[in-house]
């Protein structure tokens, strides 16, 4: 099991309190350390609207913007995990951090949930499969987005290799996927944690969970009894400060309370046949024996809803989100009727707050070069009607 503590933006552009993130996420037992590699505009149009924050009311965009940091940032994090005998992952959000990414040579790459229809840059990440081991989230995300996903970034050069060695002795899948609910914090109830298994067996890659549940045990060790082999959980020096994730975030002890319990877990899977570990799905004695030591402490019907079908949805808190919080085309500036869209006029990005949003980035080589009907405003997202 990789367990991955996400720090994301917590550090707040202070190297310093990346420094103790990462001590925190080391003294707790993580084994890898994930960033958030942000450029404002790489993610959000300037007038998607605002987000309300203990110093009061900000554009959503501007917030972005001050988690900006210089070119050496990661750069140091990456030593200065690696020097904790840690491994080091990042998400990009747009070509240009990807780029910048690949040049530290991470130790894995991590798309984000928002990003699984990313067209451009999954396409671009798809050139480092095989070399680079890639992390793929899955919330906020149907079936056919991740298959679609899936098959960009395997594209036409599935990796024989089982594994990709990294930093020290560790090695990573080529590409892992992570079921996952976007929404924070995500309730444990329908948290659907079966689906690591279904994603397992549908697309024959291996699966974990990225947790945005406020409890730091349940449902990690339900995705360790259902076969997960990674598992990825916010972690915080504090909730109480003013991170964009901060609130829905593991305090470090939390988190080693985390990673006990997923450790303690896997000791119970050893004890059984890998034959009985093999046939999870009918019910084998080592998830049974989960069910019954979490039911203890969560109740049973609590546990079972964790657990759910297996069959992937979206969950009920996320729907709102779908087509919203991933991505669509948008127009960067105002435009009049009769003008020819240049590649400069459009950019795939999250629509969030008050936007509409746009048509499936798939089509932005359509839309590019194509004249307009009408109008259209900064930020709008790209509509058939509104084109020639």
Known sequence: MTIIAEIGTSHNGSLEKAYELIDAACDSGADM????????DEILHPNTGFVTLPGGKIRLYDRFKSLEVPLDFFAKCLEYTHKKNMLFACSPFGLRSLQELVQIKPDAIKIASPEVNHIPLLKKTASYYGKIPIILSSGVSKL????????ILEGQNESAQNTISVHGDAKIAPLTLLHC????PAPETEYNVRCVDTLHR???IPAGISDHSLDPILIPVLSTAMGGTMIEKHITLSRKTDGLDDPVALEPEQFAMMVHAVHQTEAVIGRFTKDDIASRRTGNSALEETIRQMSNEYGRDKVMAALGTGSKRLAKSELANYGRTNRSLHFMNDMKKGQSVTEQDIAVLRTEKVLTPGIAPDYLDTVTGSVLKQDVKAGDGVQWEQLL
Do not use: L, R
Request: without cysteine; negative net charge.
């Open 33 to 40: 350390i994930k960033f958030q590699w942000v450029y404002a």
């Open 181 to 184: 609910v976007t929404f924070y």
């Open 202 to 204: 549908v697309f024959g």
């Open 144 to 151: 056919g987005d991740i298959e679609k996903a899936i098959d």
